[in-house]
T-cell receptor, first 112, second 113 residues
Framework: DAKTTQPPSMDCAEGRAANLPCNHSTISGNEYVYWYRQIHSQGPQYIIH???NNETNEMASLIITEDRKSSTLILPHATLRDTAVYYCIVRVDNNAGNMLTFGGGTRLMVKP | EPEVTQTPSHQVTQMGQEVILRCVPI?????FYWYRQILGQKVEFLVS????????KSEIFDDQFSVERPDGSNFTLKIRSTKLEDSAMYFC???????????FGPGTRLLVL
């Protein structure tokens, strides 16, 4: 699976949009981009995933660049409860395996 | 909304003892996983399980670990003879199909003394 690079930490003001970047410059055509978050040692929580197109759900939006080498997770109106570690994971969609490989993630601190 | 559940939430054991961690995956899911996270470290894959067989395992998943689906709902992780370094959060996950989204449980915090 392609490696990802994320900033180790970010701050965001409550009520503002949080934009979390992820670099995956070695991504290949059949690899999906997944985002999870982990709130204070709880189980990782699935947020969103995508392949090529931008995606939106009730939690967040995922913007993937046209060359797919980077993506941004957007929390449109961050709340204090969004304080967590956010993980960007790329995973191949073939018979190469089913495991998720977590990196260090971005620790997002939402401040009042 | 269906959730993965895990019991117990906390487990304290003596070194050398056997522990069994239990998970109830989401009911229509077919693939099951265990991950662990040592305090302050990354979440690490241990094993995946499908059709009553291990389908993948990591180097961490050595002979002291085993997994089982003893009935139609539970999925267990057994550590035969615990070591101090087994102290970690253990997360169970499940997915509906191969390489579909994995949903995680809340974890079991294991402390080996």
């Amino acid at each position: 699976d392609a490696k990802t690079t994320q900033p180790p930490s970010m701050d965001c003001a409550e009520g503002r949009a949080a934009n979390l970047p992820c670099n995956h410059s070695t991504i290949s055509g059949n690899e999906y981009v997944y985002w999870y978050r982990q709130i204070h040692s709880q189980g990782p929580q699935y947020i969103i995933h995508g392949l090529k197109n931008n995606e939106t759900n009730e939690m967040a939006s995922l913007i993937i660049t046209e060359d797919r080498k980077s993506s941004t997770l957007i929390l449109p109106h961050a709340t204090l409860r969004d304080t967590a570690v956010y993980y960007c994971i790329v995973r191949v969609d073939n018979n190469a395996g089913n495991m998720l490989t977590f990196g260090g993630g971005t620790r997002l601190m939402v401040k009042p | 909304e269906p959730e993965v559940t895990q019991t117990p939430s906390h487990q304290v054991t003596q070194m050398g003892q056997e522990v069994i961690l239990r998970c109830v995956p989401i009911s229509n899911h077919l693939y099951f996983y265990w991950y662990r996270q040592i305090l302050g470290q990354k979440v690490e894959f241990l094993v995946s399980f499908y059709n009553n067989e291990i389908s993948e395992k990591s180097e961490i998943f050595d002979d002291q670990f085993s997994v089982e689906r003893p009935d139609g709902s539970n999925f267990t992780l057994k550590i035969r003879s615990t070591k101090l370094e087994d102290s970690a959060m253990y997360f169970c996950a499940s997915s509906a199909e191969y390489q579909e989204t994995q949903y995680f449980g809340p974890g079991t915090r294991l402390l080996v003394l």
